[in-house]
């Protein structure tokens, strides 16, 4: 029985130590929170409100220009085209 948990613990010792996953950082990461304030001031959505949207969801097409897809809870989602640029923020189309 001693040998059981000799080698048990030999094993916990010896294991090699758990790393989480490293974090994906892209180009775009600082240009995030800037789009979110743009839809916020410009067209008055708060796109990180779980309570009213299910999802959204964030495509840089080149390093001004974003398209953001906001999901609501009913089949409606909205299509935002922010250009971080120009600071300009416009509901390009609404998809049912």
């Known amino acids: ?3 059981l948990y000799f080698l048990s613990s030999l094993l916990l010792f010896l294991n090699p130590s758990v790393n989480s996953t490293p974090e994906v950082i892209t ?13 916020m001031e410009k067209n008055k959505v708060d796109i990180e409100n779980r309570g009213l949207y299910q999802f959204s ?13 906001l999901k609501h809870y009913s089949p409606l989602i909205e299509v ?6 120009k ?3 416009i509901v390009s189309k609404v998809e049912r």
């Open 87 to 89: 600071k300009t923020s």
């Open 57 to 69: 969801f964030l495509k840089f097409k080149n390093n001004c220009e974003a398209e953001v897809k």
């Open 80 to 85: 935002f085209k922010v250009n971080v640029c």
């Open 27 to 39: 180009e775009y990461d600082e240009k995030y929170s800037e789009v979110i304030e743009l839809i």
């Open 1 to 3: 029985m001693k040998k």
